[in-house]
Nanobody, 128 residues
Framework: QAALVESGGGSVQAGGSLSLSCTTS????????MGWFRQAPGKDREFVAG?????????TYADSVKGRFAISRDNAKNGVNLQMNNLRPEDTAVYYC????????????????????WGSGTQVTVSS
């Protein structure tokens, strides 16, 4: 079974950019809907963005990141990326990659319980 590994977190000032990557340490992500979630201290885990396997990759974003973040699949590297631009202090959180096996799924779930696989997370810190 595939295991997910995130990379690319770090610290940046407000207005800056970071790029996160998620790859598998084994297995494959074929047929998986891929999602990014985040969790700030004392808060619930929240949906950030997701992309389906079918339909050319249908994308859904949380309202809070629309126009600033971009998710994309990297099938050559068997992974998914999250480009984060114009970062804000409220984007500070641990970011998690997640996978939901639904090869014919046409919509992205924003519910953490829908996802089968999770990475261990990567810290993103945005200072004002």
């Amino acid at each position: 079974q595939a295991a997910l590994v995130e990379s690319g977190g770090g610290s940046v000032q407000a207005g800056g950019s970071l790029s996160l990557s998620c790859t598998t340490s084994g297995g494959t992500l074929v047929g998986y809907i891929m999602g990014w979630f985040r969790q700030a201290p004392g808060k619930d885990r929240e949906f950030v963005a997701g992309i389906t396997w079918t339909g050319g990759g249908r994308i859904t974003y949380a309202d809070s990141v629309k126009g600033r973040f971009a998710i994309s699949r990297d099938n050559a590297k068997n992974g998914v990326n999250l480009q984060m631009n114009n970062l804000r202090p409220e984007d500070t959180a641990v970011y998690y990659c997640a996978a939901d096996y639904r090869p014919y799924g046409w919509s992205v779930s924003s519910t953490p319980g829908s996802y089968d696989l999770w990475g261990s997370g990567t810290q993103v810190t945005v200072s004002s």
